[in-house]
């Protein structure tokens, strides 16, 4: 059964910090695996990974993804009280299917 | 516990056909969210729904789309008299509380208009 599995599931962390956050996947027909960051009405699109060893980077964040054991991080640096949200992972099949994970929710303190 | 259910996976409707999907929430929660995804777009808030009620529907066009959410039974995202325009995955979440983070995903229903 296909799935997708984040962890941790909470965080808290002080201003400064840096974060690691984990996303896992067990999906057939892999095309690429996406983050998100929700915090409003609708999750922000952050990063989408298709290949393995390439990190993509905007700003103090970044995501690498490794096809081969079949997970992904983001690295937050740096950490603001503007980063506290729910970080959402999702994988998208050639089917154009998508599956989200449960999500990490991130709290920044002052 | 079975997480947010949403069916039908893949529904394919004509012009001008009505198209209904539902979504069960995970049990306890009663807070409802729906979404859109359009090709090559981001996830795009429709409609925020409490037991029986519409809380924010800032995101659903104002013509043929309705959402509700009964006291029994699961939610159910309504499009009336589809276009092609209409084709997209529609994604629902559900929570506990109140609050726009830290829920559940269903899969999603992809709706097909041919």
């Known amino acids: 059964e296909d799935k997708v599995v984040q962890s941790p599931l909470s965080l808290v962390v002080h201003e400064g910090d840096t974060v690691t956050l984990n996303c896992s996947y067990e999906?057939?027909?892999?095309?690429?695996l996406l983050w998100y960051k929700q915090e409003k009405k609708a999750p922000t699109f952050l990063f989408m990974l298709t290949s393995s060893g390439i990190e993509k980077k905007s700003g103090r964040l970044s995501s690498i993804l490794d096809k081969k054991e079949l997970f992904s991080i983001l690295n937050i640096t740096a950490t603001q009280t503007g980063d506290s949200a729910v970080y959402l992972c999702?994988?998208?099949?050639?089917?154009?299917?998508?599956?989200f994970g449960a999500g990490t929710r991130l709290t920044v303190k002052p | 516990n079975a997480g947010v259910m949403q069916n039908p996976r893949h529904l394919v409707r004509r012009r001008g056909q009505e198209a209904r999907l539902r979504c069960s929430p995970m049990?306890?929660?009663?807070?409802v969210y729906w979404y859109r995804q359009l090709p090559e777009e981001g996830l795009k808030f429709m409609v925020y729904?409490?037991?029986?009620?519409?809380?924010?529907e800032s995101g659903m066009p104002k013509e043929r789309f309705s959402a509700e959410f009964p006291k029994e039974g699961p939610s159910i995202l309504r499009i009336q008299q589809v276009v092609r325009g209409d084709s997209a995955a529609y994604f629902c979440?559900?929570?506990?509380?109140?609050?726009?983070?830290?829920?559940?995903f269903g899969s999603g229903t992809r709706l097909t208009v041919v």
């Open positions: 729904l409490q037991k029986e009620n519409i809380i924010d």
């Open positions: 979440a559900s929570s506990p509380t109140a609050g726009h983070y830290g829920y559940t």
């Open positions: 999906v057939t027909n892999f095309r690429s």
């Open positions: 999702a994988v998208e099949d050639n089917n154009n299917d998508m599956r």
């Open positions: 049990k306890g929660h009663s807070h």
